[in-house]
C-alpha cells in the first residue's frame, strides 16, 4: 500500500521522524502527544476513562517551524502508517483528494495530516496583511467553492473510523473557513506552534550544528540562540551552512566562530517584528480557546 502518487499530490508512508528530530518547542509537542499519539495508542483506556478523542486537531503558526514533522514523530509514537496530504497541490485536482482520502481509510491506523488548509477552505473577507505592506506568506490562489465542499465532505467521512486522526495546519488561524474550526466533528482542537522563542531557536541550531563534522567547540546554540530573533528551522539551516561556506571560501576545514559572524550579516530572518506580535495576538484574541485536553 505504501505508495507515493503523481508527484507531491499525496503520500502514503511509514514515518521516519521522531520527536528527537524536532528542535525545541518542548510543550509543543507535549500537547501534540497528548491530543494526537495517545487516541491512537491507547483507545481503550480512553473510553473506559470516558475521554473523548479530538475530531480534529489543528496545528497552526509560522512556515518553517517544523509543523508537518510534529504530526509525522506523532504517527512514529502511535506506531501508525503517515498520510500526508498537501493541500497546496490538490488544487484542482477533486479526483486526488477522494483518492487520498479513500487511501487513509485503507491504511488506518494513521495519522491523517492536511497541510495548507487555508488553501483549501479559505475564509471569505480576511485579510492576510500583518502591518502597513507586509503580505509575507500569503497564498497565491486558494480553492474553488466545489473543492472546499469536497474536502469538507471527505473530513465528515473519516469521523466513524477511530483509527485516524486527523490532523491539519494552517498559517494563520484567523483565514481558514470557520465551518473547518469551529464545527465539533472536524477541527475542534487547535495547538498554536508559536514564533520560536530563544530555547526553540537553540534547539534548532542544535540540530544542525550537530550535523557539521568539523566545528569550534567555542561556539554556543545558545548564544547564537539570543542573536536569531526571527528566525525559524530554515534560518538556522542557513546560518549553518552560510558558516560552513564561509569556511570553504578560507580554505579551512574548522568552522569558526568568525564564520558564524559572517553569515549572521548574511542570513535574514523569516518572522518580522509586526508578524511576531500579530501571531502572539492572535493567539489572545481570535483563539481563545485552551483545552485541557
Known sequence: MHKKLEKIFYEVRKPRLSW?????????????KEMVSLPLMKPGLMAKLGLERPAGVML?????????????????????????????????????????????????????????????????????????????GIPPTFADRELSELFIRQVDRI?????????GSCYRIDTVDQAVIKEKRRFNRKIFVHPPRA???????????????SLDRGISAAELSARTEGYVGWDAESLCKRAMLEALKADRELVT???FEVALTKVEPWLTGDMIDGYWELDRNDCPHHYAF
Not at 528527537?20 to 501534540?32: L, P, Q, S, T, Y
Not at 509525522?72 to 477533486?94: I, R
Not at 473510523?161 to 486527523?166: K, S, T
Open 20 to 32: 528527537n528530530d524536532i528542535g525545541g518547542f518542548a510543550e509543543v509537542k507535549e500537547k501534540v
Open 159 to 167: 469521523q466513524d473510523n477511530p483509527e485516524i486522526m486527523l490532523v
Open 60 to 136: 497552526w503558526g509560522p512556515l518553517g517551524v517544523g509543523i508537518t514533522m510534529l504530526a509525522e514523530a506523532a504517527a512514529t509514537e502511535a506506531g501508525v502508517s503517515f498520510v500526508y496530504v498537501s493541500g497546496q497541490e490538490m488544487l484542482g485536482k477533486p479526483d486526488q483528494m477522494e483518492a487520498a482520502f479513500h487511501d487513509a481509510r485503507h491504511e488506518a491506523p494513521c495519522v491523517l495530516f492536511i497541510s495548507d488548509t487555508e488553501w483549501l477552505c479559505p475564509r471569505a473577507g480576511c485579510s492576510y496583511q500583518w502591518a502597513e505592506g507586509n503580505f509575507r
Open 257 to 259: 566562530r568568525e564564520d
Open 199 to 213: 530555547v526553540d531557536r537553540e534547539g534548532m541550531l542544535k540540530i544542525y550544528m550537530d550535523r557539521m563534522p
